[in-house]
């Protein structure tokens, strides 16, 4: 879950807030997910949404680091 917070943490910080909003709120609610199973014991969906929550952190990331270069153009 760490990795997932980390991950959204850099999106957020790369401007992923404005360039890739949708993929960045989707990472928030997985991980939203993902603790709230955790704390009902659902391990097993706690990781699958963390990995999720990741995922599509990285998918903000890359979208805002897109949209970065291509402004840059």
């Known amino acids: 879950m760490s990795d ?3 991950a959204i943490a850099v999106a957020r ?3 992923a ?4 909003g949708d993929e960045l709120a989707e990472a928030e609610r997985y991980l939203e ?3 709230d199973k955790l704390q009902r014991r659902l391990y097993q969906g706690a990781r699958q949404d ?3 929550a990741k995922n599509k952190a990285l998918e ?3 979208a805002s680091q897109n949209a970065v270069t291509d402004h840059e153009r």
């Open 60 to 62: 903000a990331l890359a």
């Open 13 to 15: 910080e790369a401007g």
């Open 17 to 20: 807030t404005t360039s890739a």
């Open 33 to 35: 997910s993902a603790e």
């Open 50 to 52: 963390a990995m999720q």
């Open 4 to 6: 997932a917070r980390q």
